[in-house]
């Protein structure tokens, strides 16, 4: 582990060997003339000859028949028509659907179908279309042929005789797998948009929730069964690879790996690609494909776990070595990448460079954009947890001894991104300790315990003094949960424990690996300046949007109620001795400020208050008394004219929310993270310091006002 990560560290390229697809022998000519496109690349077998053109390529069927079992797919999903002739026809659609429904219920069983229903020209009658599984839940299959509709037919034909009907039904088609019931379910929305329902009367608007309803809840119905005599390999390098060094670097791959086994391979290289880059040609990075048979000539199988792959990519990254090419094995849990998504998950959208895709739904949607953005995956079964906490181990030890600034960034890079891993880890395994569904002493002291580990979130690099504060917060939450622990949870909080600490070791060697590079690490320099510079963008846009005196006069107003939380947070830990009444004084004086410039109509205040509990109420609170100040007073109240300086006469908090009130009204607000414990004056650059503090976008205020909702719905839940 530590030489792959010190290779990858130092600009080596993942192998990457990945299994396109399955097929029966009757796809090895389809699966040959794409890897070969159509003959017009030149395909070469596992006994170093070259084959061009069709009409060669077509002996390999000839070569390779015997060792394909030619086993039929099962039919899963049919197609059907359905048409009723009646004089009494519903008059209205919802009628006309539940009668379909009933009807179909009644011919398929017990079998999950969508349908969509349109009137006979004639006004006798109506059609239905539709799509359904051909398995039912006591294994019973129809065929989807002609036999099948006869079975159908039969069923129908006695409830049609019943309601003076004339009922014909038939099978217009039928397939194997969830690709093909997707495809059937899209047609049948595109051609009827808005009416196509399924058996429990759920509409299905579009293509997306047509291939969610496929892929979450057809599938375990199928009991697909599909024929593996040959399966589809790709190995792809980056692109700018020495091409003949990866062609022949893959040819000794597959000599190596499936010694005994028939199979062909193809170079694809994007400068002799003759496929166009629209129709999926002229792929930036140089790949090879391999068709390969599933079974030897005598008589073996491959087999084709998780084991073989990471072996294979073991494999590959040597000999790709071994021909001067710099590349490594790499596993998914080395920086908790997320998991692949499969192509029935995805279409492309745009080929152009690096292929787009969409989700063929949503679970598929969500995947692809987790993958895409390289979001962290948490790692779940135990084994998975013991690799993470070693390469994390690994990344920090290759940081800490390298002497490489490249090097020494990357490593902190990726054990910085294991490290979100597991804190999200830890919080899992510690959200069961809910005191509201077990008010016990322990469970509330596991709790706070949890919160107290996590406070480290907040300052990803610490200062020693901090981290030593931090340290001393988590010992004494352990100990407190620890005196009331019961005898039997004892083993169950050992367990936390140890992940608290271990929590507790890493900080701390991140405390110290900052210490040792600090702000003359060149990478770490650079990504400061990138993010400065961000920031200096973003400022100007806020700026624009918002006006610099409205933005301005809110970062004051939470600048200082930030400040304020900050000191209670310090008494409240020990850190500073303070009066906590007059803390809390101070802070309640700040909120009402800020509050009286959101109810003079500083929206950029006004939408902070949408995650800020205490702000909202300041804010309500003033309005209030706006409104109580419209409404008449006595004849002998005192009058003040409104726009006239009298600032002589009020007091700081009158004279605050006078000056507030002439503050621009622009609509739209960002929110500022954290502030600094200084005070910022407008003197000292106000505009550039707000954006520098992680400021918000409307977007990811929505997106915290969704979390903390969901968090809160976990909360009643558990």
């Given at each position: 582990?530590?030489?792959?990560?010190?290779?990858?560290?130092?600009?080596?390229?993942?192998?990457?060997?990945?299994?396109?697809?399955?097929?029966?022998?009757?796809?090895?000519g389809?699966?040959?003339?794409?890897?070969?496109?159509?003959?017009?690349?030149?395909?070469?077998?596992?006994?170093?000859?070259?084959?061009?053109?069709?009409d060669?390529?077509?002996?390999?069927?000839?070569?390779?028949d015997?060792?394909?079992g030619n086993?039929?797919e099962?039919?899963?999903?049919?197609?059907f028509?359905?048409?009723?002739?009646e004089?009494?026809?519903?008059?209205?659609?919802?009628?006309?659907?539940?009668?379909?429904r009933?009807?179909?219920?009644?011919?398929l069983?017990?079998?999950?179908?969508v349908?969509?229903?349109t009137?006979a020209?004639?006004?006798?009658?109506?059609?239905?279309?539709?799509?359904?599984v051909?398995?039912?839940?006591?294994?019973?299959?129809l065929t989807?042929?002609?036999k099948?509709?006869?079975?159908?037919?039969?069923?129908?034909g006695?409830?049609?005789r019943?309601?003076?009907?004339?009922v014909?039904?038939?099978?217009?088609?039928?397939?194997?797998?969830?690709?093909?019931?997707?495809?059937?379910v899209?047609?049948?929305?595109e051609?009827?948009?808005?009416?196509?329902?399924t058996?429990?009367g759920?509409?299905?608007i579009?293509?997306?929730?047509a291939?969610?309803?496929?892929q979450?809840?057809?599938?375990?119905?199928?009991?697909s069964?599909?024929?593996?005599?040959?399966?589809?390999?790709?190995?792809?390098?980056?692109?700018?690879?020495?091409?003949?060094?990866?062609?022949?670097a893959a040819?000794?791959?597959?000599?190596?790996?499936?010694a005994?086994?028939r199979?062909?391979?193809a170079?694809?290289?994007?400068s002799?690609?003759?496929?166009?880059?629209?129709?999926?040609g002229?792929?930036?990075?140089?790949?090879?494909?391999?068709?390969?048979?599933?079974?030897?000539?005598?008589?073996?199988?491959?087999?084709?776990?998780?084991?073989?792959?990471?072996?294979?990519?073991?494999?590959m990254?040597?000999?790709?070595?071994?021909?001067?090419?710099?590349?490594?094995m790499?596993?998914?849990?080395?920086?908790?990448?997320?998991?692949?998504?499969?192509?029935?998950?995805?279409?492309?959208?745009n080929?152009?460079?690096?292929?787009q895709?969409?989700?063929?739904s949503?679970?598929?949607?969500?995947r692809?954009?987790?993958k895409r953005?390289?979001?962290?995956?948490?790692?779940?079964?135990?084994?998975?947890?013991i690799?993470?906490?070693?390469?994390?181990?690994?990344?920090?030890?290759l940081?800490?001894?390298?002497?490489?600034?490249?090097?020494?960034?990357?490593?902190?890079?990726?054990?910085?991104?294991l490290?979100?891993?597991?804190d999200r880890?830890?919080?899992?395994?510690?959200?069961?300790?809910?005191?509201?569904?077990?008010?016990?002493?322990?469970?509330?002291?596991?709790?706070?315990?949890?919160?107290t580990?996590?406070?480290?979130?907040?300052?990803?690099h610490?200062?020693r003094?901090?981290?030593?504060?931090?340290?001393k917060?988590?010992?004494?939450?352990?100990f407190?949960?620890?005196?009331?622990?019961?005898?039997n949870?004892?083993?169950?909080?050992?367990?936390?424990?140890a992940?608290?600490?271990?929590?507790?070791?890493?900080?701390?060697?991140?405390?110290?690996?900052?210490?040792?590079?600090?702000p003359t690490?060149?990478?770490?320099?650079?990504?400061?300046?990138?993010?400065?510079?961000?920031?200096?963008?973003?400022?100007?846009?806020?700026v624009?949007?918002?006006?610099?005196?409205?933005?301005?006069?809110?970062?004051?107003?939470?600048?200082?109620v930030?400040r304020?939380?900050?000191?209670?947070?310090?008494?409240m830990?020990?850190?500073i001795?303070?009066?906590?009444a007059?803390?809390?004084?101070?802070?309640?004086?700040?909120?009402?400020?800020?509050?009286?410039?959101?109810a003079?109509?500083?929206?950029?205040?006004?939408?902070i208050?949408?995650?800020?509990?205490?702000?909202?109420?300041?804010?309500?609170?003033?309005?209030q008394s706006?409104?109580?100040?419209?409404?008449?007073?006595?004849?002998?109240?005192?009058?003040?004219?409104?726009g006239?300086?009298?600032?002589?006469n009020l007091g700081p908090?009158?004279?605050?929310?006078?000056?507030?009130?002439?503050?621009e009204?622009?609509?739209?607000?960002?929110?500022?993270?954290?502030?600094?414990?200084e005070?910022?004056r407008p003197?000292?650059?106000i505009?550039?310091?707000?954006?520098?503090?992680?400021?918000?976008?409307?977007?990811?205020?929505?997106?915290?006002?969704?979390d903390?909702?969901?968090?809160?719905?976990d909360?009643?839940?558990?």
């Amino acid at each position: 582990m530590r030489s792959r990560f010190a290779a990858l560290a130092s600009g080596s390229q993942p192998a990457v060997v990945k299994l396109a697809s399955f097929g029966g022998g009757g796809r090895l000519g389809a699966m040959i003339n794409y890897v070969s496109r159509n003959g017009a690349v030149i395909v070469e077998t596992e006994r170093g000859e070259d084959l061009r053109g069709r009409d060669e390529l077509a002996g390999i069927h000839r070569d390779w028949d015997h060792l394909m079992g030619n086993r039929a797919e099962s039919r899963d999903i049919g197609t059907f028509l359905v048409e009723v002739m009646e004089t009494e026809i519903p008059n209205t659609t919802a009628d006309l659907h539940t009668r379909a429904r009933t009807l179909l219920q009644r011919g398929l069983g017990d079998r999950s179908f969508v349908f969509a229903v349109t009137s006979a020209g004639d006004g006798r009658g109506y059609r239905v279309e539709g799509v359904s599984v051909l398995r039912d839940s006591a294994g019973e299959r129809l065929t989807g042929d002609a036999k099948a509709s006869a079975i159908v037919q039969e069923r129908l034909g006695d409830e049609g005789r019943k309601r003076q009907q004339a009922v014909t039904f038939r099978f217009t088609g039928y397939g194997n797998g969830i690709d093909y019931g997707s495809a059937r379910v899209r047609d049948l929305v595109e051609r009827h948009p808005g009416i196509v329902r399924t058996a429990q009367g759920e509409a299905i608007i579009d293509a997306k929730q047509a291939a969610e309803l496929v892929q979450r809840d057809w599938r375990k119905q199928l009991h697909s069964r599909k024929s593996r005599d040959v399966m589809h390999v790709v190995m792809s390098a980056r692109a700018g690879t020495d091409v003949e060094a990866f062609h022949a670097a893959a040819r000794d791959f597959l000599a190596r790996e499936f010694a005994g086994y028939r199979y062909v391979l193809a170079l694809h290289d994007p400068s002799r690609d003759p496929k166009a880059e629209e129709t999926g040609g002229k792929r930036p990075h140089v790949h090879v494909h391999a068709i390969i048979a599933m079974r030897s000539d005598a008589g073996d199988r491959i087999e084709t776990s998780i084991a073989s792959f990471r072996r294979w990519r073991v494999a590959m990254a040597e000999k790709a070595r071994e021909h001067g090419i710099r590349m490594e094995m790499t596993d998914r849990r080395d920086r908790a990448s997320a998991p692949a998504y499969s192509r029935n998950q995805v279409r492309p959208t745009n080929r152009k460079g690096r292929t787009q895709h969409e989700g063929t739904s949503e679970a598929g949607q969500r995947r692809y954009e987790a993958k895409r953005a390289d979001h962290q995956n948490i790692a779940s079964t135990p084994d998975s947890k013991i690799y993470s906490m070693s390469a994390r181990g690994e990344w920090l030890a290759l940081a800490k001894n390298s002497g490489e600034a490249d090097v020494k960034s990357f490593a902190t890079a990726q054990a910085i991104r294991l490290e979100a891993d597991y804190d999200r880890a830890f919080r899992q395994e510690m959200g069961s300790s809910d005191p509201r569904s077990n008010p016990s002493q322990y469970r509330i002291n596991l709790v706070k315990l949890a919160k107290t580990v996590g406070e480290g979130d907040i300052m990803r690099h610490m200062t020693r003094q901090e981290f030593e504060s931090y340290e001393k917060r988590v010992e004494t939450a352990l100990f407190q949960a620890e005196r009331e622990t019961p005898q039997n949870e004892r083993e169950s909080f050992e367990k936390i424990a140890a992940v608290a600490r271990n929590h507790v070791n890493l900080r701390r060697e991140l405390m110290e690996l900052q210490e040792q590079g600090g702000p003359t690490d060149p990478g770490l320099a650079r990504s400061a300046r990138k993010q400065s510079d961000e920031a200096d963008v973003y400022w100007q846009e806020v700026v624009a949007r918002h006006g610099l005196r409205a933005a301005e006069a809110a970062n004051r107003a939470m600048l200082e109620v930030e400040r304020c939380r900050d000191e209670i947070g310090k008494a409240m830990s020990g850190e500073i001795k303070a009066d906590r009444a007059a803390l809390q004084a101070d802070l309640q004086r700040e909120i009402s400020k800020a509050g009286e410039l959101g109810a003079e109509g500083n929206t950029l205040i006004r939408e902070i208050a949408e995650v800020d509990e205490e702000l909202r109420v300041a804010i309500e609170r003033a309005e209030q008394s706006h409104d109580d100040r419209k409404t008449p007073k006595p004849a002998d109240a005192p009058i003040v004219e409104v726009g006239t300086n009298n600032s002589e006469n009020l007091g700081p908090e009158e004279e605050f929310g006078r000056r507030s009130s002439e503050l621009e009204r622009d609509h739209g607000a960002v929110h500022p993270d954290r502030a600094p414990r200084e005070q910022t004056r407008p003197s000292d650059g106000i505009g550039i310091e707000l954006a520098r503090q992680h400021i918000r976008r409307p977007e990811q205020l929505q997106g915290e006002i969704d979390d903390r909702r969901e968090q809160e719905g976990d909360e009643r839940e558990q």
